[in-house]
């Protein structure tokens, strides 16, 4: 595969590596009782503690460790028996410690890897660097008051897990890849909620570009991007404005940069000069977190069944192609809707090629259309079931089937009764479909003639006026064949 | 290490304090002794031995995953400079 971009001198190759936010579904905040709920009136789930009033002590929440520790173990990387919460140093309004409790030199988790699946059939790994526990910050609006930024600090204290990958990746498309399948991984795992419109799951994006073979080159940082389509922008300006500065001579200064949605360009962000002096030193009021090899067993045996994992055991089941497979394990609900809709009938297994294309490009484009969610679909797993054994056993064609589950979409009806009401079988004798096809001969002459001297794409154009003259009944196959046969008698 | 002018107004800056030459003179001063009494430390051999976090043996305390009403904006917001409808108000950040 050819990963490089062109620039107007040479080709290059992008270097990214993300560094994903999530933060832990839990009830309460990493070292406060205070809510996590979202959406909740401002500053109305702030202790004491979230909001470091003098004399205050953070008490870890178990639970958050317990999710940090399955997160690791889904994302096949070492658990850290020991770590240590160090203070991280910097002022921002949104901020009341002034420091934020972070994990450095001793994360929770360690060295870990996620797969992720290519359209051709390939995949590659992506190395993950470490995964720690840290507090998030408030809320700031700026754009509420034309004088003042509004400070929210609902969100101050709530866990976040951060996971930091290795620059494995090389285009955007991956990039995009990658932060998708680790929040399947998290979903699964139900340790996030993967909601990036509310924020529960954002990235930073590092980037930088060089020659193929060459080292890698300065990198800058975008910070705080909360959808796949802005990193994929994001990533797509920032290479572009670097390939530009390098190929006009100049070089590339390591810098934050944030990104703006609405015009789709990286801009540094200012008081640059301090944001990197961090001065993290060990949080006095907090012990190192241990974690037994007894507990982590017990939450490694607590552990439901991962995408991958799934992914395999479709392939094998099922002779799904990588891809398909990992298409329908990307999300928990696509899987359960799948092994839902082949469970209901036995016949079913035999066509589990069928299922899949039914679900993620008739049923999906279906639900994104009317702004619908897999969860409440009107058509149940086992309607479509019953639609792919119609088209299976050749009982209605593809094309009237696409028909029909539009009509299963709006009315709530079963395919068997929609099929029989308005009378869609297919149409599979030979003689009526020859019928028909003499009927479309007869009355078009002159493109018989052109077809017979040479002008093949006319085929088309009868299987049109015999498919319109059976209302779409006939099967294609049986009536291309045929079609085939008789034109060439007249030859 | 040596603290000369430049780091005490670097550390001044980091730490959001204005010093006047007076204040950096004397804080160089006492910053320096500070360091050298410390650097005694430095006749130790700490080859191959990892840091400490933390002297206490005692095992860090958790808590269960309980969350607490507070309703807690009125309390929190008293002692707020400037607050506005239910937020505290800053001076605008401009990012």
């Not at chain 1, 997160?71 to 002022?91: C, E, H, P, Q």
């Not at chain 1, 498309?173 to 991984?185: L, N």
């Not at chain 2, 001044?12 to 002794?33: C, F, G, H, P, V």
Request: proline content about 4%; charged content about 30%; some cysteine.
């Amino acid at each position: 595969m050819n990963n490089l971009i062109k620039g107007e001198k040479y080709d290059w190759e992008i270097v990214i590596g993300l560094e994903i936010h999530a933060q832990v579904k839990s009830n309460s905040k990493l070292f406060s009782s205070s809510s996590t709920k979202f959406g909740s009136s401002p500053n109305s789930q702030v202790s004491l503690v979230d909001a470091a009033m003098p004399g205050m002590l953070p008490v870890i929440n178990k639970y958050c460790v317990e999710q940090a520790v399955k997160t690791g173990i889904g994302l096949n990387a070492k658990i850290n028996n020991y770590s240590v919460f160090d203070r991280k140093n910097y002022f921002y309004a949104d901020l009341p410690q002034g420091y934020q409790i972070s994990q450095y030199k001793y994360p929770i988790v360690g060295e870990g890897k996620v797969t992720i699946d290519f359209k051709d059939g390939t995949s590659k790994d992506i190395r993950i660097v470490r995964l720690h526990l840290e507090q998030d910050a408030g809320k700031s609006l700026h754009d509420q008051n034309p004088s003042k930024t509004y400070v929210d600090l609902n969100r101050s204290g709530v866990a976040l897990m951060e996971i930091v990958s290795e620059p494995d990746i090389r285009t955007p498309d991956e990039a995009g890849m990658y932060i998708s399948k680790i929040r399947s991984i998290l979903m699964y795992l139900d340790t996030c909620d993967g909601n990036m419109q509310e924020g529960s799951l954002r990235a930073d994006v590092n980037i930088s570009v060089r020659k193929p073979g060459d080292e890698y080159g300065t990198r800058c940082e975008i910070k705080n991007l909360n959808s796949i389509k802005f990193i994929k922008q994001a990533i797509n300006y920032e290479a572009k404005r670097q390939i530009e500065i390098l190929e006009s001579g100049g070089s590339i200064e390591q810098n934050t940069m944030l990104f703006n949605t609405s015009t789709g360009k990286t801009r540094p962000m200012r008081n640059k000069e301090e944001a990197h002096d961090y001065r993290y030193f060990p949080d006095p009021d907090l012990l190192p977190l241990e974690i037994s090899k007894e507990e982590i067993g017990k939450i490694k045996s607590s552990i439901p069944e991962l995408p991958d994992e799934l992914k395999n055991k479709f392939i094998e089941t099922y002779k799904l192609s990588n891809y398909d497979a990992s298409v329908l394990t990307a999300e928990k609900q696509t899987s359960d809707y799948f092994n839902e809709t082949i469970n209901s009938d036995s016949e079913l297994k035999n066509h589990a090629k069928i299922v899949v294309n039914w679900i993620t490009s008739e049923l999906f484009s279906l639900l994104n259309k009317n702004n619908q969610d897999l969860n409440n679909s009107p058509v149940s797993p086992e309607n479509l079931g019953q639609l792919v054994k119609l088209i299976s056993t050749n009982e209605i064609s593809g094309k009237i089937a696409k028909d029909v589950l539009e009509d299963m979409f709006s009315s709530g009806k079963t395919a068997r009764q929609i099929v029989d009401e308005k009378g869609l079988q297919q149409v599979t004798d030979q003689g009526e479909i020859a019928k028909v096809i003499d009927e479309v001969i007869a009355e078009n002459p002159k493109m018989v003639e052109q077809y017979l001297a040479g002008k093949d794409k006319l085929l088309g154009f009868f299987v049109g006026q015999a498919m319109k003259l059976t209302k779409g009944k006939a099967n294609p196959k049986m009536l291309n064949d045929i079609l085939k046969q008789k034109l060439n008698k007249k030859n | 290490m040596k603290i000369d002018k430049n780091t005490i107004n670097k550390i001044a800056r980091l730490s959001r304090i204005k010093l006047d030459d007076k204040e950096s003179e004397d804080y160089i001063k006492d910053l320096n002794s500070i360091l050298d009494w410390v650097e005694q430390l430095n006749e130790v051999n700490t080859e191959n031995v990892e840091p400490l976090s933390n002297i206490s043996s005692s095992i860090l305390p958790k808590r269960e995953d309980v969350s607490k009403d507070t309703n807690s904006s009125e309390e929190i917001l008293e002692n707020a400079p400037d607050k506005l409808e239910g937020f505290f108000a800053v001076p605008k950040v401009v990012e």
